[in-house]
């Protein structure tokens, strides 16, 4: 059983150009959870999907940040006109449970660098 | 505001001793609290967790410590190995959400 796969590993876009992040769940798992981690600081929450459904968006920017975890394939996280500021780690998770009541399995994360 | 802080953003032990990492949280409605543990360019990696309706929890050279009447988390590590380098976040569960609330973290150093 695999664990949670993202990819890609490293991205390096221009300012101005989209970024896009996949994340494929373990087998079995419904709750997807993007969070966003800066160097030397924690991870912050941005977004919580199930499949096909959005249920908590409070930690996404209001603007350029879009996610979706559709019926068939990997959920996404995209990023339009990246700025500076947006260069991160960006980690999936996804649990089979909500997470108050189960354990929540990260990927690897998805370094972004926006030149 | 709320948040889940640490008290010490580095920790030094000697191989061998035992380290203690603690935690902060400010929302005493949280009721589930998990300590994970990252290293360098790898994904966070569940250690252990605990209830609210508990006070202590043991794992494989872990411990969870919860008081909850001063809100205050700790995790430690006995007979700390080189290994356990990494950074350590603790991370909380709020009541009627479904999200993770993370610290800052602790960064613990192990030297020979």
């Known amino acids: 059983n695999a664990g949670v796969m993202q990819n890609p590993r490293h991205l390096v876009r221009r300012r101005g150009q989209e970024a896009r992040l996949r994340c494929s769940p373990m087998?079995?798992?419904?709750?997807v959870y993007w969070y966003r981690q800066l160097p030397e600081e924690g991870l912050k929450f941005m977004v919580y999907?199930?499949?096909?459904?959005?249920?908590?968006e409070s930690g996404m920017p209001k603007e350029r940040f879009s996610a979706e975890f559709p019926k068939e394939g990997p959920s996404i996280l995209r990023i339009q006109q990246v700025v500076r500021g947006d260069s991160a780690a960006y980690f999936c998770?996804?649990?089979?449970?909500?997470?108050?009541?189960?354990?929540?399995?990260f990927g690897e994360g998805s370094r972004l660098t926006v030149l | 505001g709320e948040s889940v802080g640490l008290h010490l953003p580095t920790l030094s032990v000697q191989e061998g001793d035992n380290s203690i990492i603690n935690c902060a949280y400010s929302n005493s409605a949280s009721d589930y609290f998990i300590w994970y543990k990252q290293e360098s360019g790898k994904g966070p990696q569940f250690i252990i967790d605990?209830?609210?309706?508990?006070d202590k929890r043991q794992g494989q050279r872990v411990t969870v410590l919860l008081n909850k009447t001063v809100k205050h988390l700790s995790l430690q590590i006995a007979a700390t190995q080189p290994g356990d380098s990494a950074v350590y976040f603790c991370a909380e569960n709020r009541p009627n959400t479904d999200k993770l609330i993370f610290g800052t973290g602790t960064r613990l150093q192990v030297f020979p």
């Open positions: 087998k079995g798992h419904s709750h």
């Open positions: 605990i209830r609210s309706n508990m």
């Open positions: 998770a996804s649990s089979e449970l909500p997470t108050g009541t189960g354990e929540l399995f």
């Open positions: 999907l199930q499949k096909e459904n959005i249920i908590d």
